[in-house]
C-alpha cells in the first residue's frame, strides 16, 4: 500500500461536517467489520481505505488500502478508541418520490429523529425486514453521519434512502396508493395488533421526545400504538427506534408485496 496523499486526508478531514459530505457526495465508514462488509457486499462504491500504518488487512481491503501515520488517524477519526480502519465511499443516488410511488411493500420514514443511533437502528432493521426505502424527513440526522453509519453495522447502502419534506413526499405516495400509518401513543391511535396493512404502507416515527409533528398528526392519517402489557403502563413510551422495529415486524410479516 502506498502513503495516503495530503488531499486525500485534507478529504477526509472535512467529511465530518454535512455541507461536505453532500458537496462531495462522500461519506466515511468506520471500523473494521463494517467496513469489511461493505467491502464484500458491494452495494457501495468504495474509494479508498485509510489503514493505521502497521495494520495487517486482508487482500480485499488492501487492493483500496493507502496507510497513514498513527497520530493522523487518531485525528481523523471519529471514535475515541478507533480500530485503525476507514473507508470513504460514495453516496448512492436517493430515490425520486415518483420513482418510489410506482413501487409497493413497506417504507419506512422518520419524522425529526435526531439520535444517530435510533437512526442507523432503524435504517438496519428496515433493510433487515426488507422496506423499499427509507424517507428521512426534515429534522432528521444525516443518514450519512459518522455515527449514523457506525450504527448500522454495515448496512450503509442497503435501502434507498430519500430525505425531504415529509407531507410533500406523503401526498405522491398517497396519490399512488400508499396508506401512510403514524406511530403514536394518543388515546385515539388503533392497537398495532389490529392493523390489516396494504400492500403500499407506510410506517412513520416521530422525534424521540415530541413524537411526529402536529401537521402530520392532524392530517386525518391513521394512527397506531403500541400498547404496553398489563400493569405497565407507567412506562412512558417505547425508544422511537425499538417502536417502528416492532411495528416493522408486525407489518412486514402482512403486507401484501
Known amino acids: 500500500m502506498r502513503k495516503a496523499s495530503n488531499n486525500e486526508i485534507k478529504l477526509l478531514r472535512k467529511l465530518s461536517r454535512k455541507?461536505?459530505?453532500?458537496?462531495?457526495?462522500r461519506f466515511v465508514v468506520?471500523?473494521?467489520?463494517?467496513?469489511?462488509?461493505?467491502?464484500?457486499?458491494?452495494?457501495?462504491?468504495?474509494?479508498?481505505?485509510?489503514?493505521?500504518?502497521?495494520?495487517?488487512?486482508?487482500d480485499k481491503l488492501?487492493?483500496?488500502?493507502?496507510?497513514?501515520?498513527?497520530?493522523?488517524?487518531?485525528?481523523?477519526?471519529?471514535?475515541?478508541?478507533?480500530?485503525?480502519?476507514?473507508?470513504?465511499?460514495?453516496?448512492?443516488a436517493e430515490i425520486q418520490p415518483k420513482e418510489l410511488a410506482g413501487q409497493s411493500g413497506l417504507i419506512v420514514a422518520t419524522d425529526a429523529i435526531q439520535d444517530p443511533g435510533n437512526m442507523g437502528t432503524i435504517l438496519r432493521t428496515a433493510a433487515w425486514f426488507g422496506a423499499k426505502?427509507?424517507?428521512?424527513?426534515?429534522?432528521?440526522?444525516?443518514v450519512y453521519h459518522p455515527k449514523v453509519v457506525r450504527s448500522t453495522a454495515g448496512a450503509t447502502g442497503s435501502i434507498p434512502v430519500l430525505s425531504g419534506d415529509l407531507e410533500d413526499i406523503f401526498k405522491t405516495l398517497e396519490t399512488a396508493g400508499w396508506e401512510i400509518l403514524l406511530l403514536d401513543?394518543?388515546?385515539k391511535a388503533m392497537s398495532l395488533k389490529s392493523v390489516h396493512p396494504t400492500?403500499?404502507?407506510?410506517?412513520?416515527?416521530?422525534?424521540?421526545?415530541?413524537?411526529?409533528?402536529r401537521e402530520i398528526l392532524n392530517s386525518g392519517r391513521k394512527t397506531v400504538k403500541i400498547e404496553s402489557a398489563a400493569g405497565q403502563e407507567?412506562?412512558?413510551?417505547?425508544?422511537?427506534?425499538?417502536?417502528?422495529?416492532i411495528a416493522m415486524w408486525k407489518i412486514s410479516h402482512e403486507v401484501i408485496k
Do not use: H
Not at 19 to 25: A, F, H, I, M, S
Not at 45 to 58: H, M
Not at 199 to 213: A, D, R
Not at 234 to 245: D, H, P, R, T
Open 19 to 25: 455541507k461536505y459530505r453532500e458537496n462531495e457526495q
Open 30 to 58: 468506520e471500523g473494521e467489520r463494517a467496513v469489511e462488509q461493505v467491502v464484500e457486499n458491494g452495494l457501495l462504491e468504495v474509494e479508498t481505505v485509510f489503514v493505521v500504518e502497521g495494520k495487517t488487512v486482508s
Open 62 to 92: 488492501s487492493a483500496f488500502g493507502v496507510w497513514v501515520e498513527p497520530d493522523v488517524f487518531d485525528e481523523v477519526a471519529d471514535t475515541d478508541n478507533p480500530q485503525g480502519i476507514l473507508a470513504v465511499c460514495k453516496m448512492p
Open 133 to 142: 426505502a427509507l424517507i428521512a424527513g426534515k429534522g432528521s440526522v444525516d
Open 185 to 187: 401513543g394518543g388515546g
Open 199 to 213: 400492500e403500499k404502507t407506510v410506517l412513520v416515527v416521530g422525534n424521540e421526545g415530541n413524537g411526529i409533528s
Open 234 to 245: 407507567k412506562v412512558e413510551s417505547l425508544n422511537a427506534a425499538v417502536a417502528i422495529s
